[in-house]
């Protein structure tokens, strides 16, 4: 079992990768030449069990953090989780029936959870001064980072970022699928 520093260590790196992938994907829409055809093919054709694992592995992380590193949420981190968790069912019965119209749920979900994440992270980086946390209940103050990597990585950022990439990835997918029907021949 990895302990809460080198946990907190190893999801700030995987976030910093997000935040180049986001970008990657940013270039990669704007100038598709800039992306090798064999990775727009396999993405077009299995961009949706992408799109599950990067759900699944978000998820489990988040069960990690709260189940075995015994890191209680606050409220606003329940919300931000109220957002992602359905992706992963969204998204594997997505890629078991080829259904390409999940991308919008996916999209819909992970524009209020980066809102949320947003505003979370806002509080947290001292917008709780001028507003107190609105949230109430069980657990940590939504407005004290429960830690923070780099002087910017928290949870709600680590959040906004896993949003951020999944709009901009199944937007991608959408034009990959104009070039490369899904279930056509790759």
């Not at 093919?41 to 990067?54: D, I, M, N, R, T």
């Not at 606050?74 to 997505?94: D, K, T």
């Not at 917008?127 to 830690?147: L, M, R, W």
């Amino acid at each position: 079992m990895l302990d809460l520093a080198t946990t907190n260590l190893i999801v700030s790196y995987g976030t910093l990768f997000l935040m180049l992938a986001s970008f990657g994907l940013v270039l990669g829409t704007l100038y598709p030449w800039l992306t090798p055809l064999w990775k727009q093919k396999f993405h077009a054709q299995h961009g949706l069990w992408v799109g599950f694992g990067f759900a699944l592995v978000a998820t489990l992380i988040t069960l990690y953090y709260s189940e075995v590193l015994g890191q209680a949420p606050c409220s606003w981190c329940w919300v931000q989780r109220v957002f992602l968790y359905p992706q992963v069912i969204i998204f594997g019965i997505a890629a078991i029936l080829n259904d390409t119209r999940a991308v919008w749920y996916s999209i819909g979900l992970s524009v209020l959870g980066a809102l949320v994440a947003l505003y979370h992270h806002w509080l947290q980086m001292g917008g709780a001064s001028y507003f107190p946390c609105p949230a109430s209940g069980p657990g940590p103050a939504c407005d004290v980072p429960t830690f923070i990597t780099w002087g910017f990585v928290t949870f709600p950022f680590m959040a906004l970022t896993l949003f951020i990439f999944m709009i901009l990835y199944v937007l991608w997918l959408r034009m990959l699928w104009r070039k490369y029907p899904l279930g056509g021949d790759v």
